[in-house]
């Protein structure tokens, strides 16, 4: 064999076992399917799993600096937790009329995934797929967006996603046919010539979704633009967050400091004030503390009279934007508090994890795990075999 022909046998040797893992597939990341395992162990404290089986729920956690998007359900016999590896997961929004999952990726390019239950499964050579009681969310769509898009959260506004644009200071519509328009934005960042949108001014980063835009309520790191942009060092962050009105596009809370995670409950906004690790509520022009967790508060979704709030360790080159935490003492894990006195019911704690953007809770029956289970379950067959004759 001539040395072309031996060095041509080898890269098409090589190229025909490339792309042979359905994660890598499914995630467009050619490493998907080395996850370290050390991410994966847990620890309960208190009844977090009890919570979650008394109300039949599944959690969607997505851990954006781990490249992990989680779902946390209670099982029949033992907990059964599950993944999918993305880039860099942050917001998710739940469309509950369609029966869609919508997952913001923040790496560049940004994307927005889709994710399904599936119903059943096609083993290889069956007649007729097998009903799949767990219905496990898998991959249906992708939509690219510029990484100067910046996603954070997402949300469902009048049956509509929309997103927050930290990049642009806006929030987006996004239309089911593609289409991408900027529909909202502080009037601190207008101008004689329109919106600033050409760069992150100040950290525009939740969304408090209402049945229309001016209903609705955002979160920001500041009020206006400053001299220094929110991803310096040195960018003034004690007490300057803000809560901004959708309808007057104005502030009508101060005070908060690095806010994530605004979201609306029977006509109250909520907020993760992540810099000093508490969940409160807004009360006129005030934040009221309800609980204090350990470490940086962002992830909210309620369920009753629960809520379930994400603590993340801080970044060392981020210390500085939390100045009411001790870093040194911050976990990362999920939380169940009850929303009246604030008491800690159940917690989920990874040791080795670190950050946690956002939480949804939906109903155990519309799905209860994603397509990898962590520990005994997680076979490489049942996983090939439910990528390969999935149906929806």
Sequence with gaps: MSAIASVAEALHAAHDRAWRSPRAVAAH???ADQVDPRLLVCAERGAFW???AERGLTLLVTREYEHLVMALHPGRRAPLVSYLPLPHPSGLAVD???GVVHVACTRNPNQIV???PAR??????ARAPQALADRPLVPAVARFLPGATYLHDLAMIGGTLHANSVGANAILRIDRTGRVRRVWWPKSVETARGPRCDRNLLQLNSIAAGRTLRDSFFTASAERPGLLPPG???FPVDRRGVLFSGASRTVVVRGLTRPHSARLRRGRVWVANSGYGELGVCEGERFVPVATLGGWTRGLAFAGE????????VLPRFHQYAPGLDPARCVCGVHAVEVRSGRVLGSLIWPFGNQIFAIAAVPDRFTRRLPIVVGERDQPVDEQTLFYGFTT
Excluded: C, K, N
């Design 96 to 98: 509950r009329r369609r």
């Design 306 to 313: 629960v809520a379930f709030v994400g603590t993340s360790r």
């Design 120 to 125: 059943g499964m096609r083993a290889p050579g």
């Design 29 to 31: 990341w050619a490493s």
């Design 232 to 234: 310096h060092p040195d």
């Design 114 to 116: 889709e994710l399904v």
């Design 50 to 52: 009890a919570t979650l």
